[in-house]
């Protein structure tokens, strides 16, 4: 098997903008995934590309990474639609003045208010009344296709001579002497300098097969889709920080997810859940009391201890690299990560 510079593991977003970016920059590269392009916590993804958090060092990432999606086909020669819907976050109580002073111009054409309660009530009055207290509003936030947007990142990387091996699953790390020198996998052995671990929920397994103990760990986050036919297309994408809910609108269905109150992962979707689900809406949507749930899954994302996640090697020789642990906020910040990773990999080639 050919020598790479890098091995990703993990055929998702982050693995496929990685793959990308690398590529890009003349570093040799396979991506690995063990079943499908796109096929894991990605498929599940909503989507969504927005700007505003409470942290500046996020906001300023997320601004690079939405301009990104919103020009991708001129970064990469892959068209890919982006769809402008808004977003709306409602913070939780203790974090409104955080909110409101956070608000307002984030670079690259993109900017945030306040809006208050009324106001909220007259632009989206199927927002209930009685819990609200304000929001910020987005209004060049939107959604992307996340398996469209995974295979768009990974035929520009194969254009620029990349190697993806899909049904590739990774059985143990592969040494030479005390150094690692790739991986063993049920394709056969594939070499490489280094090794970015981008698998999403594999990746604590992965981890632990390098003997790196990190504290990232999966929880359970389970989706409906509801049928609101006069606000489908209407309902803005939105995060619910006093709630727990997170969502988007579509043409055709209504996402609204939340995380496992209970913490337990599960890889099939709970009427318990749904329940908890279907009731705490009613808190924020009028249109929840009326519409109907026309399905329902769930899918492992990773957690962990840092609010933004891993992006950054996670060994003292400086050959394995994470990518993972971002709380159910990835897709997001996708652009910005895959560029990090490159300079990371690039700023380090010369000490190899």
């Not at 992965?206 to 049928?227: C, G, H």
Request: with cysteine; hydrophobic share 35%.
């Amino acid at each position: 098997m050919k020598q790479f510079d890098v091995i990703i593991i993990g055929g998702g977003v982050l693995g496929a903008s990685t793959f990308y970016h690398l590529v890009e920059a003349g570093i040799s590269c396979c991506l690995i995934e063990k079943n499908t392009i796109g096929s894991g916590i990605t498929s599940y993804s909503g989507g969504i590309a927005r700007v505003f958090h409470l942290d500046e060092k996020q906001r300023q990432q997320a601004a690079y990474s939405l301009d990104y999606f919103q020009h991708f086909e001129q970064r990469t020669g892959e068209p890919l639609a982006f769809v402008e819907q808004g977003f709306l976050y409602f913070p939780a109580p203790e974090n409104i003045n955080a909110s409101q002073q956070a608000v307002g111009d984030h670079g690259y054409g993109f900017t945030s208010s306040w809006l208050t309660p009324e106001q909220v009530i007259e632009q989206f009055p199927f927002i209930a009344k009685e819990e609200l207290k304000g929001a910020v509003w987005e209004p060049k936030a939107g959604y992307l296709d996340p398996i469209a947007t995974t295979q768009a990142w990974v035929n520009a990387g194969l254009r620029l001579g990349g190697t993806v091996l899909p049904g590739c699953r990774v059985m143990e790390p592969l040494y030479e002497g005390s150094e690692l020198a790739g991986v063993k996998t049920n394709l056969g052995d594939i070499r490489g300098q280094r090794i970015v671990i981008a698998a999403g929920a594999a990746s604590a397994n992965l981890l632990k097969m390098l003997a790196i103990d990190l504290p990232i760990y999966n929880k359970t986050i389970q989706v409906d889709l509801y049928q609101a036919r006069e606000v489908n297309a209407k309902m803005p994408c939105f995060i619910d920080a006093e709630f727990n809910l997170n969502g988007r609108g579509g043409e055709h269905y209504i996402l609204q997810g939340m995380t496992c109150p209970d913490g337990s992962e599960h890889e099939e979707a709970l009427p318990s859940h749904q329940a908890i689900s279907q009731n705490t809406a009613k808190k924020r949507f009028n249109w929840s009391n009326t519409s109907e749930v026309t399905g329902c899954y769930c899918s492992l994302d990773t957690f962990s201890d840092r609010e933004s996640g891993y992006a950054d090697y996670v060994d003292e020789q400086k050959q394995v690299l994470l990518l993972s642990g971002f709380n159910g906020t990835a897709f997001k910040f996708a652009p910005y990560l895959g560029q990090h990773i490159q300079q990371l990999i690039l700023g380090d080639s010369g000490d190899r």
